[in-house]
């Protein structure tokens, strides 16, 4: 474990995610679209979403790779941060939707709502809405890891729990009476800051804008795990009571990495939503946040870097064979879920480091020049 | 209280989380002055009365009374199941006990503190099985032993302060792990996870050492060398050593209590405690 | 004088009274017949009544229907009052005979021979009978005049005919008259109710019709007060919903004592329905417990004795649904004569199949796993993507049709309470599973060495017991028995690839509320969780109350982590 903050693996993802931030919209707009590096106009949100769903991995991976605390729950802090920022665009839509009316969104007035409910109070203003998309999931994961982690519910336990816990929020945000939208979850969105959503524009700067929350996220993990308080974390995940009687209070350390990381994870949901046009409670689904967890395990857990690569790699996939044969796709994932635990516990940088390392170590038998370290 | 207050002077700091240093311990510093408690509910540094803890109607402990001195080393023999590590988990906090007292510096309540009190106050343990964190280098190990602030939000910094690197220094120098200070601590031998481990209990700098069996898989060298290691810490600090090992009890050469079904059957020397009739039956055995 | 009934013809087809018009235009038609041969008709009228009496005597020394030839002789007056008063006088008879000619009015077959003019019910190309005997006598005239109907007559139709079928031959039919009496309140059906009490044998009848007798004296204005007090009191022990409709209709200028009683009745029964409300729930509690006992035993075994996380266990729930539909359908196509017996035969079928995917999953993945807990969480949620998808594909994501074997199907009432057969059967069967299974664990030489394996694997081996074998044995021993829930479960929940996921959660919750490792903990939780789940919908709703529940077990595991009957020791500790 390197010791300092950006170290060569960091580096190099820094560098590409900068260069994709730039590239990417500049090969969008800039070349004609019969230019073989064009990248075409749908790319964009799609590549976003991306960027947003490695966000969302590289706080999984603070709470699994760092803290060996395995969530099954973590779509239901996404979806949180997401339905904060889809009540700001509802009340940005004003009197534009089908209903006219200028206050409450048209699914309030479908169901006969008198008045804005006071939860909806405030989020036309962007600044209070942004603070929403950290503070809500921050206080339901303090909450929840404050009982958790002071019980010392750990292991298979915690994940049951946090299992539990999107699950209760998938039933209760599907209620209508829970005044979110039920079902159908808020979608239909006009403009942001005064930008509209659907437009190309806006599109490429919600794309730069995720690739540098992706950029931001990782470095205050990565800054977090190589401080002291990230060794002591890394201690409670190897051997929690040797720290204890170490006289380190581990709830305490624990709860700081989860609700760090539930925040982190409200900020991906929100740069998601007016990516993909819609927040509906299916995002709380359990098997949406077991889905999740792969992600990190394929691309290295205990690494964030890896977590990010697994995000994007799975997702593409994920494209690649729901265009292809969307048959297939389920088989794909579980055969991933399957291989990835069994034949490769590191993950691909995992297996990306002992390919170096082997071609390192026999460069008199292998004459070929090995990169520079 | 069941039992009589042993007598001495009442001379320790309220809630003392360990008044003596490394510095002291290295012979940097001369010990600082020990301050009275005037709350101090008895002069010993280990106070356990009483104590019982029964699983599932078992009892692991059964009315164990034990008493140990500042700057005293005891050891503690006893056949399997005799209590030891169950008494360990008592003054450490990891099981309360069903009933009776267990003071730490006459004023501290071991059953109501958690483990993480418990280590702040001074008390330090060693595992039977050596456990260090095997993720971190042997530095790291160290560092995070340290008796620093051990709250979280104090802990998100980078790099080292001169203090900790001195302290490291000297630490790594005294169970000679210098050379491998970068390694891993997989990477070690048994014997070296031991030394390591001691060594990450010197560096919470604690007023009562509690050590279980720490001469296991050492060689007959290591084994010498942990028993002069562990008298020299006994100057100025407390130690409870479990040994199995009679050559090793015999060479730390200190009071011995001998333990059987949760209670204190005999204690006394070493060749006293061996010449008794009770404690050759249960535990030398014939 | 004579009463003539035979089958109707197609041309005068039976219609019921209500459908006026319709009728009207037929009875005219026959009575254009009637002029043409009128001298025949005149005749066999004649012949009719001549044998009628004949008949008649021979019914009454046998004991059976009385004399009705004074009562139908009113009806060859022609005038609404006598033909009604006629129709009461029968009801009031309540001989099968009556019936017959109060069916035969409200059809519009009865009519009027010629002078003496005997009341006949003709009919085209066939006999008629006797009135009193139903005896066949004579072809059918041609055509005769009906008898006459206004809303009146056919109001008192309706109250003989329903009067009358209190005393129907068929109990089923008597219950059923009873049932309407006691809606419709009329007055007039009192002297029949008397009648038909007197007689009634089966006690389940007599109740009805006592209770249908005390609905009307209950408001009839100049019964007894002590009458009515009785019939109040007959009401309120017959505590249901419309015993509370029945005592709130009490009218306003009835006896105080009377209207004291009612109320008092109406606060009783509410009070008893409430209880067999809370009862019902207990009872939908129950099945949902069972439920889940089901779903979640098998867990208990891999997750509980062995300690492995299997999120694939839903799908071998699944898989045993499947199972029951290839099972089934077999039998449809070869031996539709055995379809009583599917269950039957889809039982081993399940448990061997997905004993065998589970043997096979443990073979080939969680062997690698063991002791990686959360590794094995995930391959396993991998294992199960895969056979959900497996099933899509081979059977389509839609819902199978799983059918109920005859003695599965409909319900019974118990009280007030109203219980199915399924859910009946399906608690019988969790609980048959739970105990096989505890005597397979406790009694068995294999629940012996799984315990010995579970406890000390190396000990274990070292005294000589295969522990793969017994591993990949629990872990089959878990799946089979997950798939002979799903057996059950294809009873009452729809059969589809995501079968298995609705139950995972709730499963795990199970298994860990009542404590790992202790199937009796298992056993208490599921009817817990279940009972608790069905008496907090009435008042939170089904989403939130189960909502609540997921929030109860998630503070319950912080404060008891290990279970409401955690095991306790030394063992557990580390």
């Known amino acids: 474990m390197s010791g300092r903050i950006i170290d060569r693996t960091g580096g190099i993802f820094i560098a590409i995610v900068l260069l994709a931030a730039v590239l990417i ?175 190309h524009g806006t599109r490429i700067v919600l794309f730069m804008l995720s690739a540098l929350a992706l950029l931001a996220g990782y470095l205050v993990c990565r800054a977090l795990v190589t401080s002291k308080y990230g060794k002591v974390l890394v201690a409670v995940r190897d051997t929690e009571s040797r720290t204890r009687f170490l006289g380190y209070r581990v709830e305490n350390y624990k709860l700081l990495a989860w609700t760090l990381s539930a925040m982190i994870a409200g900020v991906a949901g929100a740069l998601y939503v007016p990516q993909v046009g819609i927040i509906n409670p299916s995002e709380f689904a359990p098997s949406q946040s077991i889905e999740m967890v792969i992600w990190v395990a394929v691309g290295g857990r205990g690494t964030l870097v890896g977590a990010a690569l697994g995000a994007v790699l799975v997702n593409a996939g994920k494209t690649w064979f729901t265009g292809l044969m969307p048959e297939a796709w389920l088989f794909a994932l579980g055969a991933l879920f399957v291989v990835v635990t069994l034949f490769m516990p590191k993950g691909v940088l995992g297996l990306w480091a002992q390919l170096t390392r082997r071609l390192k170590r026999a460069p008199s038998a292998v004459p070929t020049p090995t990169p520079a370290e | 209280m069941a039992a009589p207050l042993p007598e001495g002077p009442k001379t320790y700091e309220i809630k003392s989380p360990g008044v003596l240093s490394l510095e002291a311990e290295l012979g940097i510093l001369s010990p600082p002055e020990v301050v009275a408690d005037p709350m101090a509910l008895t002069s010993a540094l280990l106070y356990l009365d009483n104590i019982t803890v029964s699983f599932d109607g078992f009892r692991a402990l059964n009315a164990l009374s034990l008493v140990i001195g500042e700057a005293e080393m005891r050891a503690i023999i006893g056949p399997n199941g ?93 169970v000679r792990l210098k050379d491998h200070r970068h390694r891993q601590a997989a990477e070690l031998s048994h014997g070296q996870k031991q030394w390591l481990e001691i060594g990450m209990l010197l560096a919470q700098e604690p007023r009562l050492l509690l050590v279980d069996e720490p001469a296991a898989g050492m060689t007959d060298q290591e084994t010498a060398d942990t028993a002069v290691l562990l008298r020299e810490i006994a100057k100025t600090r407390a130690v409870v050593v479990v040994e199995h090992d009679m050559t090793f009890v015999r060479d730390l050469d200190v009071k011995v209590t001998v333990l059987h079904e949760g209670s204190v059957l005999a204690e006394g020397p070493l060749d006293q405690v061996s010449a008794d009739e009770r404690v050759i039956e249960v535990y030398l055995g014939r | ?181 006691f809606r419709a309140r009329d007055a007039a059906v009192l002297p029949t109710l008397d009648t038909a009490i007197a007689r009634e044998s089966v006690p389940g009848v007599k109740a009805a019709l006592e209770q249908a007798r005390a609905a009307i004296l209950i408001g009839k204005a100049d019964a007894p007060e002590a009458t009515r007090l009785a019939a109040v009191e007959l009401i309120t022990a017959r505590g249901d919903q ?228 017994i591993d990949a044995l629990t872990f089959g021993l878990g799946s089979a028995i997950a798939g002979i829930a799903g057996v059950a479960l294809s009873q009452i929940d729809n059969v589809s690839p995501n079968l298995g996921q609705g139950y995972i959660i709730d499963s795990f919750l199970v298994v860990v509320f009542g404590g790992v490792g202790n199937l009796w903990g298992t056993l208490v939780a599921a009817f817990t969780l279940g009972i608790a789940n069905k008496l907090l919908e009435p008042f939170a709703g089904a989403v939130l109350g189960k909502i609540l529940l997921l929030v109860f077990i998630i503070l319950f595991i912080q404060k008891r982590p290990r279970g409401l009957f955690a095991l306790k020791g030394r063992a557990v500790e580390s």
């Open chain 1, 25 to 199: 919209p500049a090969a969008n707009l800039l070349l004609p679209p019969g230019h073989p590096l064009h990248v075409p106009d749908y790319m964009i949100p799609l590549l976003g979403k991306y960027l947003c769903y490695a966000l969302l991995a590289v706080a999984i991976d603070l709470v699994w790779g760092y803290c060996g605390v395995l969530s099954l729950g973590h779509g239901a802090f996404f979806a949180l941060g997401g339905y904060a920022m889809g009540m700001y665009l509802m009340r940005q839509i004003g009197p534009r939707g089908v209903y006219g009316n200028p206050v409450l969104p048209d699914f309030m007035v479908f169901l006969n709502y008198k008045e804005l409910p006071w939860f909806w109070q405030g989020f036309d203003i962007f600044p209070y809405a942004m603070l929403m998309v950290v503070l809500v999931p921050g206080a339901l994961a303090f909450v929840f890891g404050w009982f958790a982690f002071r019980s010392r519910v750990t292991g298979v336990y915690l994940s049951i729990i946090t299992q539990a816990m999107t699950f209760a929020l998938m039933l209760a945000f599907f209620r209508n009476d829970m005044g979110f939208g039920g079902n159908n979850g808020l979608t239909d969105f006009k403009d942001i800051l005064g930008f509209p959503v659907q437009a």
């Open chain 3, 1 to 181: 004088m004579a009463l003539d009934v035979s089958t109707p013809s197609p041309e005068a087809a039976p219609a019921p009274v209500s459908a006026g018009v319709a009728r009207h235009r037929d009875m005219f038609r026959w009575i254009d017949a009637y002029r043409i041969g009128r001298v025949a008709a005149a005749i066999l009228g004649l012949v009719v009544l001549l044998a009628s009496a004949g008949f008649t005597a021979t019914a009454r020394a046998q004991g059976g229907d009385p004399d009705l030839s004074a009562i139908t002789a009113r009806f060859a007056a022609d005038s609404y009052n006598d033909t009604a008063d006629a129709l009461n006088a029968l009801s009031a008879t309540g001989s099968p005979r009556a019936a017959a000619i109060v069916a035969a009015h409200a059809e519009g077959r009865l009519a009027v021979a010629p002078a003496p003019r005997p009341a006949l019910v003709p009919t085209a190309g066939s006999t008629v009978g006797s009135a009193a005997t139903g005896a066949a006598a004579s072809p059918t005239p041609p055509g005769l005049p009906a008898v006459r109907a206004n809303n009146r007559v056919r109001r008192a139709i309706e109250a003989a005919a329903g009067a009358l079928s209190l005393l129907d031959p068929d109990p089923a039919k008597r219950r059923e008259a009873a049932l309407a009496v």
């Open chain 3, 242 to 469: 419309d015993a509370i409709g029945l005592l709130r209709s009490v009218p306003a200028d009835a006896p105080a004592a009377v209207k004291a009683a009612a109320a008092e009745g109406v606060t009783r029964v509410e009070r008893n329905l409430q209880m067999w409300g809370v009862a019902q729930n207990v009872w939908y509690g129950l099945s949902l417990g069972s439920v889940l006992l089901l779903a979640a035993i098998g867990l208990a075994i891999t997750f509980g004795v062995m300690g492995v996380i299997n999120m694939a266990h839903g799908e071998m729930v699944m898989l045993g649904a499947y199972t029951t539909f290839v099972v089934q359908d077999i039998i449809r196509t070869h031996a539709p004569h055995l379809f009583d017996w599917s269950l039957a035969f889809a039982l081993p079928a399940a448990f061997v199949f997905t004993g065998l995917v589970g043997i096979l999953i443990e073979r080939t993945v969680i062997r690698w796993l063991y002791g990686r807990a959360l590794e094995t969480l995930l391959a396993t949620w991998g294992v199960s993507l895969i056979l959900q998808q497996a099933v899509r594909s081979i059977f389509g994501p839609t819902n199978q049709e799983v059918g109920a074997p005859s003695w599965m199907s409909g319900a019974f009432q118990l009280g007030h309470l109203s219980i199915t057969y399924n859910r009946m059967w399906i608690i019988v069967f969790s609980l048959l599973v739970f105990v096989a299974l505890l005597l397979l664990l406790r009694r068995t030489s294999l629940g012996l060495y799984v315990r010995a394996v579970t406890q000390n694997r190396r000990m274990a081996a070292a005294m000589g017991i295969r522990t793969g074998r």
């Open chain 2, 82 to 174: 005799a209590g030891k590590t169950t008494m360990m988990d008592v003054i450490t906090g990891k099981t309360r006990p069903n009933a009776g007292t267990a003071l730490f510096a006459g004023v501290n309540d071991l059953t109501r503190l958690g483990e993480a009190e418990i280590a702040n106050l001074g008390i330090g343990r060693k595992f039977q099985t050596p456990t260090v964190f095997d993720m971190h280098t042997v530095e790291d190990n160290i560092l995070l032993a340290l008796r620093e602030d051990r709250r979280a939000f104090r802990n998100i910094r980078w790099g080292r302060t001169p203090v900790e690197r001195e302290r490291i220094e000297a630490l790594l120098e005294r």
